[in-house]
């Protein structure tokens, strides 16, 4: 069964900073791997996606993430945030499998300095 | 373009009481999935359908039952509402058309309190 781990519950950090959120995933295959955000009282929005190719991958919103085989890592980044970025974010790996279902981490919620 | 449209947004019932959550899709999607989102766990799939008629269980799927009676309808039904069955659900969509990695598209949620 696939598995996500976000280690990191709660992350602060000032606007204009960097910021890099932790995702390893556990799947017997080549995953499919999704990163959402979830503003306060919203939905979720999909930042950027991986399923095959080049390992860095671009999203929206400024944000990156890069698939890393060897340690079964999806690490989402941004250079630098914006108060806007306050949020929670989901790491998510796809099954290939019938139904297609997502398995979510437990998400890190971001706070912005000003 | 609506998208992915859950009903109700707020609810609250008391111990016991039953009820139905509707979403929506006007995408032609052939896969829907049912969430609930709990602090520090988040998104765990209840059940799933992957076209009309046809519905399974996900990781959660004690004291919800579901149906797919039309394509773009899915219904997640609680027979005997319970406090641990307060949580946040969302309904989620995607199309298998362009291959597994489409992305799923989440409604806004609804907000459900047992007491």
């Known amino acids: 069964a696939q598995s996500v781990t976000q280690p990191d519950i709660h992350i602060t950090v000032s606007e204009g900073a960097s910021l890099e959120l932790r995702c390893n995933y556990s799947?017997?295959?080549?995953?499919?791997l999704f990163w959402y955000v979830q503003s306060p009282g919203q939905g979720l929005q999909l930042l950027l996606k991986?399923?095959?190719?080049?390992?860095l991958v671009q999203g929206i919103k400024g944000f990156e993430a890069e698939f890393k085989r060897s340690q079964s890592s999806f690490n989402l980044r941004k250079p630098s945030v914006h108060w806007s970025d306050a949020a929670e974010y989901f790491c998510a790996v796809g099954a290939r499998a019938a139904g297609n279902k997502l398995t979510f981490g437990g998400g890190t919620r971001v706070l912005v300095k000003p | 373009n609506a998208g992915v449209t859950q009903t109700p947004k707020f609810r609250v019932l008391k111990t016991g009481q039953s009820m139905t959550l509707l979403c929506a899709q006007d995408?032609?999607?052939?896969?829907m999935y049912w969430y609930r989102q709990d602090p520090g766990m988040g998104l765990r799939l209840i059940h799933y359908?992957?076209?009309?008629?046809?519905?399974a269980k996900g990781e959660v799927p004690d004291g919800y039952n579901v149906s797919r009676l039309k394509k773009q309808n899915f219904l997640l039904g609680l027979e005997s509402a319970a406090p641990s069955q307060t949580s946040v659900y969302f309904c989620?969509?995607?199309?298998?058309?362009?291959?597994?990695?489409?992305?799923?598209?989440f409604g806004q949620g609804t907000r459900l309190t047992v007491v």
């Open positions: 991986y399923f095959s190719g080049d390992t």
């Open positions: 359908s992957v076209g009309e008629g046809t519905t």
């Open positions: 995408m032609n999607h052939e896969y």
């Open positions: 989620a969509s995607r199309t298998v058309r362009g291959g597994a990695n489409t992305e799923a598209f």
């Open positions: 799947y017997g295959a080549t995953p499919y």
